[in-house]
């Protein structure tokens, strides 16, 4: 990654962070709580480090992102740590302007039900650039965190699922 291309920002959520972490990582739950922004899901392999998982997402939230398809592979995944990181590999409507471009999200419990969400968002541009602009990088983070308050919403109004 060329230094000074990341992109770092918390998300405070009234969610534990176990029960955000089992919608995170798994399929079933993903398109539950994700219901309306996602049509369908595929994983390749067992969600673990190498595994490949492509999302297809509904026409909404198809203009709303500047794709139909976002497909990202694990390079790591530690359940103990709640973090995860992959790769993107397709998707977003700033990809077009990137040749990488790899996520990291990790839960910390914060207080009784509640949590922060530390993302970090390390890329490369096709043009050997600098950093994106200040919109850029505000769209490309900004999907992530609204991702992670759609779930929130979710569980807001499902008090018991995944409890």
Known sequence: ?????????ECALAVSAERMWKVSCFGDAMLKAYA??????????DGGPGSITTLM???A????AGCGVVKSRVLARDDAAMLLRNEVLEGSKVSGQ???QVTEVKLKAAGDGACVAKFKVEYERLDGGGALTPEDQAELIGGYLALMKIVE???VANPAAYA
């Open 1 to 9: 990654m060329v230094v000074g291309c990341v992109i770092a920002e």
């Open 36 to 45: 309306g922004s996602f049509d369908a899901m595929d994983v390749e392999g």
């Open 57 to 59: 997402l509904s026409a």
């Open 61 to 64: 939230a198809a203009a709303a």
């Open 98 to 100: 990137l040749k990488s």
């Open 153 to 155: 919403t979710y569980f």
